[in-house]
């Protein structure tokens, strides 16, 4: 992302992406991720939507394990 940022004034993104062997949009999707990474721009940061979605498989675990046992307030109440 360095080189993007840092290019010299009238070098294209198209350029730097042909440099790269890469598509110019991936790059500027790769661009706009680093943005948000950075805090720069409004979203989910990568480590968010990791701990999000390992949130999310915890709480399916833990609802699968809750399926598993009796209802406590039938059999106590």
Do not use: K
């Given at each position: 992302?360095r080189?993007?940022r ?6 294209a ?5 042909k440099?790269?062997?890469v ?6 999707k790769?661009?706009?991720r680093?943005d948000?990474?950075?805090g720069?721009k ?5 480590t ?6 390992e949130?999310?498989r915890?709480n399916r ?17």
């Open positions: 992302m080189v993007v840092n290019r010299e004034p009238g070098v993104i198209e350029q730097i992406a440099d790269f062997g598509h110019p949009m991936t790059l500027q790769w661009l706009r680093a948000i990474d950075e720069a409004p979203g989910l940061s990568r968010e939507a990791a701990e999000i979605r949130l999310r915890r675990l833990l609802e699968q394990e809750n399926e598993g046992y009796p209802d406590r307030h039938r059999c106590c109440g």
